[in-house]
């Protein structure tokens, strides 16, 4: 059972467009939503975090929303650059699983020069 | 300040052997968590130490067991190895064992079984 799901494998887009990578999630006691990139090699690195009681967060060229009716967060990426190209998971944790992070399957994003 | 490391980058084993691997936490972290990402599928959790216990484990036999050393720096033993056992193992660290503590990843050691 997939409690966090990531339903694009791949997206490509050119640079300076924007990145949107969704994520929908099943467990309605999550409560904290997080974005990681990774390169192929290389552990995750920590992007950006949402608590519920929020609807986005911004830093930077990043900004994520959750909309929690929904289940359903989702990553910006305002402008993409050829460096924002890796692998994004999306990741929650929360409802008594505090301790753990449930990941996506994670989306390949390519940014074309 | 320095990421979360871990050792070795690479390990090959064969089959019934032993692994060890060994992680080192972001200086003021308590907490440790280990996860494995195999070939084709997403990262998924194996344990969690914090202040020197072990909190909880994933859907894992009980082949694989680590512990939390004083110092807070921890290693993941799996013993009787299986061919599928061959994936990426990665270490990550946070403040606290609480929903909103960040975890942040080590580049993860590389586990092949013959």
């Known amino acids: 059972d997939q409690q966090v799901k990531q339903n694009s494998p791949s997206l490509s887009v050119q640079e300076g467009r924007i990145s949107i990578l969704n994520c929908d999630y099943t467990?309605?006691?999550?409560?904290?939503f997080l974005w990681y990139k990774k390169y192929p090699a290389e552990g995750p690195t920590f992007l950006i975090s949402i608590s519920s009681i929020k609807d986005k967060n911004e830093d930077g060229r990043f900004t994520v929303f959750l909309n929690k009716s929904a289940k359903h967060l989702s990553l910006h990426i305002v402008p993409s650059q050829p460096g924002d190209s890796a692998v994004y998971f999306c990741a929650a944790s929360g409802g008594g699983s505090n301790y753990k992070l449930t990941f996506g399957k994670g989306t390949l994003l390519t940014v074309n020069p | 300040e320095a990421g979360v490391t871990q050792s070795p980058t690479h390990l090959i084993k064969t089959r019934g052997q032993q692994a060890t691997l060994r992680c080192s936490p972001i200086?003021?972290?308590?907490?440790v968590y280990w996860y494995q990402q195999a070939l084709g599928l997403g990262l998924q959790f194996l344990l969690w130490?914090?202040?020197?216990?072990?909190?909880n484990r994933g859907n894992f036999p009980p082949r694989f067991s680590g512990r939390q050393f004083p110092n807070y720096s921890s290693e993941l033993n799996v013993n009787a190895l299986e061919l599928e056992d061959s994936a990426l193992y990665l270490c990550?660290?946070?403040?606290?064992?609480?929903?909103?503590?960040?975890?942040?990843f080590g580049p993860g050691t590389r586990l092949t079984v013959l």
């Open positions: 200086s003021g972290h308590t907490s």
């Open positions: 130490y914090d202040e020197g216990e072990e909190r």
């Open positions: 467990n309605s006691m999550f409560d904290y």
């Open positions: 990550a660290s946070s403040r606290q064992g609480r929903d909103t503590d960040t975890q942040y």
